[in-house]
């Protein structure tokens, strides 16, 4: 199974937590607010994360105080 994800920015909340847990998937522009960068995807959720990165994936999406990071199994686009 696919696991792609893209953070709704409307909902964040810039706290860092995300890039803490996963920074080869999150990252956080000059104003705090996160992206998936995972394979240069500029947060589109078009690239599945790989394999390897479910955990820390998981744990990010566990420590979003928000909740905004939205996980799909199909492309979000
Ligand atoms: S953990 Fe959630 S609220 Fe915090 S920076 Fe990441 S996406 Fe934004």
Known sequence: MFTFA???QEEC????ACNSAAP???DLDDSGIASVIFAGDNNRGVTAIAE????ELQDAID???TQCIQL???PFA
């Not at 909340?13 to 860092?16: E, H, L, P, S, Y």
């Not at 390897?52 to 955990?55: A, F, H, I, N, S």
């Open 52 to 55: 390897e990165l479910q955990e």
């Open 13 to 16: 909340i810039a706290c860092g």
């Open 63 to 65: 420590s979003c105080p």
């Open 6 to 8: 893209s953070v709704n």
């Open 24 to 26: 080869d998937i999150f």
């Open 72 to 74: 799909s199994d199909a």
